[in-house]
């Protein structure tokens, strides 16, 4: 890959700040809820985010720690018996997802994000929403609900809502009070959950209010990320957990590019920016990092703040590295309860960025709207990795649903030289060429409805049936060769014959090879040209000639 960084600007060293600096927060707070130690989130921003900034074809896009990534990882690490606490394992996990992000990039399967169906993602990201205030019900409440499950936390929690503890209920209102104060000013709203931190850290402090800090869960030393051994030993174990992990952040960051075009108007390209988050990944796990991957809302930071190149998510790595460094040791005293504030924050604007959508899918498509309540339902109830698994399997049922409904026969009808659709007969005519259309993909699923729409040739006579075929892919299914055997042995069986139109070069060897011409004829195939509905009246001519020859055979 080519590397090109471009010159930096003020702005992107501004925008780099306070990206940084909200990176505090949201990171720490990111690998909380995902049982991390807040220190790993962190150091998640540090050299995954400058080294997917170096390289991501997506010039803006942020990568790091997000709430879907902390929660999957934790999910495969528990799942598959190692200990989460344990930087040999985090690391170890980062570099397979980081390895998996590589190979997908560098064999170009960026296109697979477009059979991620919008329900599915809508559905997701609902269902991660929910998990992400489930998991600071703790923090928020005081209250730590004994339930696994993402519901069974929420049942919980107001099942015993009278064992909820004051100081930590009042200090996580105020943190939501002061966020949406400076969220409606204009001016700061991209900065609101930074001045929430700093005021309502300030406030606990000042009035002496006890709860829980990060000191509490970790110690923040002032350091720059320690080199961390990963556990090759556990990698094999991790290549399917890794691969979901991977989907996720992939997932995630699919949209970016086109939420935030490039301001340079370079094309972007969702394979190098999965090869710029595979790279960031295996850098960054032996760097003290979770999985990475581009981040929307750390995206929409550095955009709001004025970012214009690439080095805007470089600076934000280097800043955060020397925030920590320089003042580390003070994020400890950060309370517990002001953290789980801002994630009931994050959630929400989760779930308030997909309301539209969701409101969408109900209304225009209830298929899809199956679709994406399964995907919710497998969010909630289910470990994260396996959940995305299961939406990637939703969205490719999805697509073959709509695409075996796409299917269609068509009857064109030629008047003064102009071809017009018409109904498809219930009969082929004697004596005469009859002409249909297919549409379609090529899915073996199709076939049944094609059937359905199929003129009847029983009892017909000199009846020639040509199908154009010009939007079969080069490698139909073998149930659609089948079927295509199956209509012209009943059109000759009843002194009759079928001639294909518009057959593209590779899909008329895949015929010949079935023994499909054989069947037709040396003349019952056309292969496709340039010209619209050339093959057709080629087509069209030779079975007219046929049936001259058929009603005024040659004297013997």
């Keep these: 890959m080519r590397l090109k960084l471009g010159k930096p600007t003020f702005r992107d060293a501004v925008a780099g700040l306070v990206t940084g600096l909200f990176s505090i927060p949201e990171g720490m707070a990111y690998a909380s809820i995902g049982g991390f130690n807040p220190v790993a989130g962190l150091y998640s921003g540090v050299v995954s985010t400058i080294v997917g900034s170096m390289f991501a074809r997506t010039v803006l896009m942020v990568t790091t720690l997000t709430s879907a990534l902390a929660l999957s990882s934790r999910s495969v690490l528990t799942d598959a018996g190692l200990d989460p606490s344990d930087p040999a394992n985090v690391a170890a996990l980062a570099i397979v997802v980081g390895v998996v992000m590589l190979v997908l990039g560098l064999l170009k399967f960026g296109s697979i994000m477009n059979f ?8 997701f990201t609902a269902g991660i929403a929910l998990q992400i205030i489930a998991g600071v019900i703790g923090d928020a409440t005081g209250y730590r609900p004994d339930s696994h499950n993402t519901i069974g936390k929420f049942i919980d929690a107001f099942a015993h809502i009278g064992s909820w503890e004051v100081g930590p209920c009042l200090v996580a209102v105020a943190t939501v009070a002061v966020w949406a104060v400076f969220h409606f000013i204009k001016p700061l709203e991209a900065f609101a959950i930074l001045i929430a931190l700093v005021v309502v850290t300030l406030g606990v402090a000042l009035l002496g209010v006890q709860v829980e800090t990060v000191s509490d869960i970790a110690s923040i030393p002032n350091a720059l990320p320690p080199f961390s051994v990963p556990n090759f030993a556990a ?13 996720v952040g992939l997932a995630q960051a699919a949209g970016i590019s086109a939420a935030v075009p490039n301001p340079d108007r370079s094309r972007p390209s969702t394979s190098g920016d999965f090869v710029a988050q595979g790279a960031a990944n295996v850098a960054g796990g032996l760097f003290g990092a979770l999985p990475t ?13 004025g970012a214009q190149t690439r080095w805007a998510g470089i600076f934000a790595g280097l800043w955060l590295a020397a925030l920590v460094l320089v003042a580390g040791s003070l994020a400890e005293r950060i309370p517990m309860p002001v953290i789980g504030g801002l994630i009931l924050v994050i959630g929400a604007e989760l779930v308030m960025g997909r309301w539209a959508d969701i409101k969408l899918v109900v209304r225009t498509a209830p298929l899809s709207a199956v679709a994406m309540l399964v995907t919710f339902a497998a969010t909630t109830q289910l470990p994260l990795h396996t959940a995305i698994l299961i939406g990637a399997l939703t969205s490719l049922v999805l697509y073959c649903a709509k695409a075996s409904q796409a299917a269609e026969l068509i009857a064109l009808s030629r008047t003064d030289g102009d071809w017009w659709v018409v109904p498809v007969p219930d009969a082929v005519a004697n004596d005469a060429v009859t002409v249909l259309q297919y549409s379609g993909v090529g899915l ?17 006579n000199n009846a020639v049936v040509v199908l154009g075929m010009h939007t079969l892919p080069d490698v139909p299914s073998s149930k659609v060769i089948k079927a295509l055997r199956r209509w012209a042995e009943d059109l000759a069986a009843n002194g009759g014959r079928l001639i294909i139109a518009g057959v593209s070069p590779a899909t008329a060897k895949v015929f010949e090879h079935a023994g499909l011409v054989e069947l037709l004829g040396a003349d019952g195939m056309v292969l496709a040209t340039d010209r619209l509905f050339e093959a057709t009246e080629e087509a069209v001519r030779r079975g007219e000639v046929w049936i001259a020859a058929r009603r005024n055979p040659p004297p013997t």
């Design 293 to 305: 991957g581009g981040s929307l809302s750390r995206t929409g930071v550095a955009v709001s703040a």
């Design 235 to 247: 990698m094999p174990e991790l290549l399917v957990g890794g691969l979901a992990v991977a989907l």
């Design 444 to 460: 073996f699923a199709e076939v049944p409805r094609i059937d359905e729409d199929w003129p009847r040739v029983e009892s017909s």
């Design 116 to 123: 991620v169906s919008n329900a599915v993602m809508t559905g």
